[in-house]
């Protein structure tokens, strides 16, 4: 079973939305999220690591092609994008 988690910031308003993290009934060779966040545009959210990573470079963030840096499960600490607060994650859920 995979979690559907939020981030939200302890200080601003900045929540990353339902992020869809781990992986369901298929195991870990259907969808496999992972929570990443890209060094240029802050933006945070969830890659897949079933796809094919590029030969070169590594993963890249779908808005601004920045460099995407994974975090491993959803215990690591991420700062805010707006304010550098700490995230508080919620777990909202479970997904199949
Ligand atoms: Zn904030
Ligand atoms: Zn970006």
Known sequence: M???VEYRCTRC???SGQLSVGWGNDGRRGFWGA???????QRLGVVDLNAREPDRGGRRCADCNGLLVLFEGTSA?????????????????SWM
């Open 2 to 4: 995979g979690s559907v």
């Open 13 to 15: 308003t900045f929540t």
């Open 77 to 93: 600490e991420i700062q805010c994008p707006r304010c550098d607060a700490a995230l508080r994650h919620a777990p909202l859920g």
């Open 35 to 41: 929570l990443a966040r890209c060094k240029v545009c």
